[in-house]
């Protein structure tokens, strides 16, 4: 443990906690943790570390195994989550556990429906959309109390996730990974905002890979790996690479740039593509072999739209598709894997895997029509085989055997399954959004090192990220979108993050 940098009262204090599982996983081992009164302390770590559990177990979502948790100096049994919230304790999730056919207001009262209803057992809905409504503007957040969940953008549904907690009015707030899912000009505000929940009184225990962010806002950070406690540290004493380095283990080059591959002739062509109804309109633009593209934009600007008709969800309105030379317009999903292209989705949970589904069944999806699974049953030694080295090479840790359902993953490992799943087929062109989403440092140097291999034969990659730091340091070339049109476009090296920013804020136009 650090110094006594902020001399409060501890308001949580965990010892020697462990975690084991029946199948003899032991997601914690050991971990001690004090987190004082006031204060934003960072939990960081690979995917796998322990995080999560971590913080499920403080917010009694799992048991521990053993190990004892106080809260304000005195020991306690947190059997439930309504027990954690009894005590002031609330948590964001990673993963959404909103309605998305509910409205704004109706999730966050969701379970307290008792308290806005009349002596005739009718809810009265003009009372719950004024008490939310005044949250949301005391929040200063960008939501209607009637709009509906699964109408809004991702970004916007965490704001909800956030929403509803704070309505419960907790001291202790859990955010784990709260800023994977927001774009560049989303997350300093929400920064601004976690700090002001600091500012409020609020103990914030926030949970993130983006280190950037947490020696942004953090009073002291605490690292873990392998279940177990590295050290807790005041954020004066200690850098970002030191924090990077004891995450991983061992000494990491930070350094990336764009693979080299490049050649002369175009893969992949896109002609004044428009889709109706939507934002992408008179769209250009073309990839060249062995090339990474960058699509840069603030959420809600048409990079959905292009990933959905890029990978046959919905067809154009007018415009072309090519993939060396083949014409796509009107080919379905299936079609265009079987031309050579793959798809990582920004959506891991709703459309990348079947979460309740074994690790097996995930990792040969898109594969199992290939006739070395079997012509007509799958060869389910072959498919073992393939799975096996998908969870090999690409580390994705927590996986017993091959049954184990997708959901008992880690976010960051759930990822690097369904990217080595797309990777490992003979693919022309991989389409990726967000697809660093949730992972931690050496997870996401994978990922990108696995991008820039793909490159090495003429392959090419078009990536759509929210991440600016993402894009400059593996594309080529960088196409900005803003209102479904492209209005800029970069190359490698001439990349500056505020040119960058004023084009996708619409304060600059090309």
């Known amino acids: 443990m650090g110094p006594d940098f902020?001399?409060?009262?501890?308001?949580?204090?965990?010892?020697?906690?462990?975690?084991?599982?029946?199948?003899?996983?032991?997601?914690?081992?050991?971990?001690?943790?004090?987190?004082?009164?006031?204060?934003?302390?960072?939990?960081?770590?690979?995917n796998g570390a322990g995080k999560?559990?971590?913080?499920?177990?403080?917010?009694?979502?799992?048991?521990?195994?053993?190990?004892?948790?106080?809260?304000?100096?005195?020991?306690?049994?947190?059997?439930?989550?309504?027990?954690?919230?009894?005590?002031?304790?609330?948590?964001?999730?990673?993963?959404?556990?909103?309605?998305?056919?509910?409205?704004?207001?109706?999730?966050?009262?969701?379970?307290?429906?008792k308290d806005f209803t009349n002596f005739f057992g009718k809810i009265d809905y003009k009372s719950i959309k004024l008490k939310v409504g005044d949250l949301i503007k005391k929040l200063k957040l960008s939501l209607s109390p009637e709009d509906i969940v699964r109408d809004l953008p991702i970004g916007k549904q965490q704001l909800v996730e956030i929403l509803k907690v704070l309505y419960k009015g907790p001291e202790i707030i859990i955010l784990d990974e709260p800023t994977?899912?927001?774009?560049?000009?989303?997350?300093?505000?929400?920064?601004?905002?976690?700090?002001?929940?600091?500012?409020?009184?609020?103990?914030?225990?926030?949970?993130?890979?983006?280190?950037?962010?947490?020696?942004?806002?953090?009073?002291?950070?605490?690292?873990?790996?392998?279940?177990?406690?590295?050290?807790?540290?005041?954020?004066?004493?200690?850098?970002?690479?030191?924090?990077?380095?004891l995450m991983i283990g061992k000494k990491f080059d930070f350094n990336a740039t764009p693979p080299k591959n490049e050649k002369e002739e175009i893969l992949f062509s896109v002609d004044d593509l428009s889709l109706k109804g939507m934002m992408i309109k008179n769209i250009s633009f073309n990839i060249k072999k062995g090339e990474i593209l960058g699509v840069a934009g603030v959420e809600g600007n048409g990079q959905e739209d292009l990933f959905s008709v890029l990978t046959g969800d919905i067809l154009p309105e007018q415009g072309s598709v090519k993939l060396?030379?083949?014409?796509?317009?009107?080919?379905?999903?299936?079609?265009?894997?079987?031309?050579?292209?793959?798809?990582?989705?920004?959506?891991?949970?709703?459309?990348?895997?079947?979460?309740?589904r074994s690790i097996l069944e995930n990792g040969i999806a898109y594969h199992h029509k290939d006739q070395r699974f079997g012509k007509v049953l799958i060869n389910n030694k072959n498919s073992v085989k393939l799975v096996t080295g998908i969870v090999e090479d690409y580390d994705v840790r927590g996986v017993k055997n091959m049954k184990t359902p997708v959901s008992s993953l880690s976010g960051g490992n759930m990822q690097k399954l369904l990217v080595g799943r797309e990777l490992n087929n003979q693919v022309k062109l991989l389409i990726a959004s967000q697809p660093t989403s949730g992972v931690d440092i050496a997870a996401k140097a994978l990922i990108h090192d696995s991008f820039k291999e793909l490159t090495v034969e003429g392959n090419s990659v078009l990536?759509?990220?929210?991440?600016?730091?993402?894009?400059?340091?593996?594309?080529?070339?960088?196409?900005?979108?803003?209102?479904?049109?492209?209005?800029?476009?970069?190359?490698?090296?001439d990349y500056d993050i505020k040119e960058l920013s004023y084009y996708m804020t619409g304060l600059k136009e090309s």
Do not use: C, W
Not at 55 to 80: A, C, R, W
Not at 187 to 194: A, G, K, M, Q, Y
Not at 326 to 353: P, Q
């Open 6 to 46: 902020l001399g409060g009262a501890e308001v949580i204090t965990i010892k020697d906690l462990t975690k084991r599982y029946p199948n003899g996983f032991e997601a914690l081992k050991g971990v001690n943790l004090s987190v004082k009164k006031g204060e934003i302390h960072s939990i960081v770590g690979e």
């Open 52 to 113: 999560t559990t971590l913080m499920n177990i403080i917010f009694g979502l799992i048991k521990p195994t053993t190990g004892s948790i106080s809260v304000d100096d005195k020991e306690v049994n947190i059997s439930s989550t309504g027990k954690a919230i009894e005590m002031g304790i609330g948590m964001v999730h990673q993963h959404f556990m909103i309605v998305p056919n509910l409205s704004v207001m109706e999730n966050v009262v969701l379970g307290s429906e």
């Open 180 to 245: 994977a899912v927001l774009v560049p000009t989303e997350v300093n505000d929400f920064l601004d905002f976690v700090i002001n929940l600091k500012n409020e009184g609020k103990t914030v225990i926030f949970i993130s890979h983006r280190l950037k962010e947490v020696f942004k806002i953090s009073d002291s950070i605490t690292v873990l790996r392998n279940g177990k406690t590295v050290g807790s540290y005041s954020k004066q004493d200690i850098t970002r690479d030191e924090v990077a380095n």
């Open 324 to 356: 060396a030379d083949k014409e796509l317009n009107k080919s379905t999903i299936l079609e265009k894997r079987k031309a050579g292209i793959a798809y990582i989705t920004d959506d891991r949970i709703k459309n990348g895997l079947a979460i309740d």
């Open 463 to 493: 990536l759509i990220s929210s991440d600016l730091d993402e894009l400059m340091s593996i594309s080529n070339r960088i196409i900005v979108l803003y209102r479904g049109k492209i209005v800029a476009e970069f190359k490698y090296p």
